[in-house]
Each structure stands twice: as C-alpha cells, then as structure tokens.
C-alpha cells in the first residue's frame, strides 16, 4: 500500500506558525517534497528534502520563513511555517520522489491528498 498522508493544517493569523508533517508508507523514497495550490494559480513546489543526506532546497518564496525537516526512523517529514502570510494560503500537498531532490512537481511519483492551510485575520 503506497501512501502520503498529510496534517496540520487549519487558519492561523498573519505571522503566525504552523507545522505541517508528511506520513508515508508502502516505499522508500529518495525525497519528500511540499508543493502548494492555490485558486487560480498553478500547484508550486515549496521544498523538498532528500531521505538519505538530508539536503533541502526551498522556493525564494518561502526561503527563511520554512523549514522543512526528517524524521527516517517514523517515515515522516516536516515542513515548519512561520511568519505566515495570506499569500501562503493554499492547499499543501506532500510527495514523494523515487530518483530526485528537485522541486519540479514531474520529479515526484506519489501524491497525498492535501491539507489545507489558511492565513488570515
């Protein structure tokens, strides 16, 4: 059984924080990767980070505010959020990758089903 099961999300105001965590089972992924959609615009990645080096990579975007992390032994990845704005209000998809550390949504083979994360007063 293949899966990525995402929580976390919910409303926070702006500036404030949120966690986000990325369970996945049923492979071994050679990277968990964030990526985002929001109404009207293009699912974008976020961040991704390689299971084995632990080498990240984020979009400019989010670049200092994030901070996505591992926890191997739990198969899980985390993806920190501070300083939120209402930009960042989308829903947010983790993926695993088989071969890359890109962020390029076509690197990624399997997909969860999103939890939703909104920003606002």
């Known amino acids: 059984q293949l899966q990525l099961v995402e929580s976390g999300g919910g409303l926070v105001q702006p500036g404030g924080s949120l966690r986000l965590s990325c369970a996945y089972s049923?492979?071994?992924?050679?990277?968990i990767g964030w990526f985002r959609q929001a109404p009207g615009k293009e699912r974008e990645g976020v961040s991704c980070i390689s299971r084995r080096s632990g080498r990240t990579n984020y979009a400019d975007s989010v670049k200092g505010r994030f901070t996505i992390s591992r926890d191997n032994a739990k198969n899980t990845v985390y993806l920190q959020m501070n300083s939120l704005t209402p930009e960042d209000t989308a829903v947010y998809y983790c993926?695993?990758?088989?071969?890359?550390?890109?962020?390029?949504?076509?690197?990624?083979?399997?997909w969860g089903q999103g939890t939703q994360v909104t920003v606002s007063s």
């Open positions: 049923g492979f071994t992924a050679y990277a």
């Open positions: 993926a695993a990758s088989t071969y890359s550390t890109s962020i390029e949504q076509r690197a990624y083979d399997y």
